[in-house]
């Protein structure tokens, strides 16, 4: 990488699928400990833990939501991605999040975890044929078409006000897990998977006792013309709500849907 790397002409893809992406950016974080002697002076730097990396981007929505970054599915499996023409294997997605605001296009924001080694030497720009021949998307995911629906969220109340924004996050722990001898795990583990929808309305109806409000809907995101593209149900309880208006804006309500994402265990 002895050029500055020009940002038009780096290519970003995941699975061999091309990701229209407006920002990349991949790090990693190397666990050390100071070893202090009995006489306080030091001995040396010892490894924690492995090398884990960090991986996130901003992409537009040209469709629908590859099933590899199903954040709340049963699958495990790493991802393989490619930035600046190197691969990086072992990608692990750990979250998803978007926000739907008016009239602007829908950014994914995703979040990685990887193990490994990357050649961040090898960094360079595509070929500049590569990327004139590269195809122009049909779709993208615009708010001016996107709702999350209103009807029915809580039981108790069949309807809420004029959503004036929403957004949407869904997460998980990945935990790793070693043979003693190796620095790449054998298994990247989900847990604790969860999403969240975060909603600014002018009226979210009665104010939210100690249990909360059991809440249920679902986010459309479509393109400009209406075309839908993919859709995000969510179903748990509404357990964060507050009121706030600030000058030359009108007072809105903001809360928070939260949901535990579980899965029906077998035994074998």
Do not use: H
């Amino acid at each position: 990488m002895a050029n500055f790397i020009n940002y038009k002409n780096i290519d970003f893809q995941l699975n061999n699928q091309i990701f229209y992406a407006n920002r990349v950016s991949v790090s990693a974080q190397a666990s050390t400990e100071a070893v202090v002697l009995s006489d306080g002076s030091l001995l040396n730097y010892s490894p924690d833990g492995a090398v884990v990396g960090s991986l996130s981007c901003d992409f537009y929505l040209t469709g629908s939501v590859p099933s590899f970054l199903n954040i709340t599915g049963t699958s495990e499996s790493a991802v393989v991605g490619r930035f600046a023409e190197v691969n990086i294997t072992g990608l692990y997605p750990k979250s998803i999040s978007f926000s739907v605001d008016p009239f602007e296009p829908i950014l994914i924001s995703a979040e990685f975890d990887w193990y490994g080694s990357v050649n961040v030497e090898n960094f360079k720009e595509q070929l500049y044929s590569y990327g004139r021949n590269k195809a122009i998307p049909s779709y993208i995911a615009n708010a001016y078409k996107s709702y999350i629906s209103t009807d029915n969220i809580f039981a108790s109340e069949p309807q809420i006000g004029n959503v004036t924004n929403f957004s949407y996050m869904a997460s998980c722990d990945r935990p790793s897990f070693f043979y003693a001898d190796e620095k790449i795990p054998f298994r990247v583990a989900k847990m604790n998977k969860r999403c969240e929808v975060e909603i600014s309305s002018n009226s979210l109806g009665e104010l939210i006792d100690i249990q909360g409000k059991n809440a249920v809907t679902t986010i459309y995101l479509k393109d400009f013309y209406g075309t839908l593209l993919d859709s995000f149900p969510i179903s748990g309880v509404l357990n964060n709500q507050n009121y706030e208006i600030s000058e030359g804006q009108y007072m809105l309500s903001k809360a928070s849907i939260s949901q535990t994402v579980t899965e029906q265990k077998t035994l074998i």
